[in-house]
Nanobody
Framework: VQLQAFGGGSVQAGGSLRLSCAAS????????VGWFRQAPGKEREFVSA????????IYADSVKGRFTISRDNAKNTVYLQMISLKPEDTAVYYC????????????????WGQGTLVTVSS
């Protein structure tokens, strides 16, 4: 499956953005999808993930209550709605997919899209 993330941009603290992860190549509903991010000089970290049906979601503590992950399998797209953005949310955001596991670790995910940059200014 090929993934493409888009929707990043520059916002002020307190603002909102919605990221999208579009998939092609396979039946998208067969894949668990996760969002990760990587800030300059830091390791890539887990943000959120959603089960194949969309019925189960998990979040990093740092984004819980501010970010919402969802999916539309008919449109082959997963979304990450981000509100109340903080400067520490600044990073390149990546979407990733795997067939089976709803987990937080990068090595769980087989397929990765290119990143989309989110910049939050104070």
């Amino acid at each position: 499956v090929q993934l493409q993330a888009f929707g990043g941009g520059s916002v002020q603290a307190g603002g909102s953005l919605r990221l999208s992860c579009a998939a092609s190549g396979r039946t998208f509903g067969d894949y668990v999808v996760g969002w990760f991010r990587q800030a300059p000089g830091k390791e890539r970290e887990f943000v959120s993930a959603i089960s194949r049906s969309g019925g189960t979601t998990i979040y990093a503590d740092s984004v819980k209550g501010r970010f919402t992950i969802s999916r539309d399998n008919a449109k082959n797209t997963v979304y990450l709605q981000m509100i109340s953005l903080k400067p520490e949310d600044t990073a390149v955001y990546y979407c990733a997919a795997n067939r089976w596991f709803l987990r937080t670790t990068t090595d769980t995910y087989t397929y990765w899209g290119q990143g989309t940059l989110v910049t939050v200014s104070s």
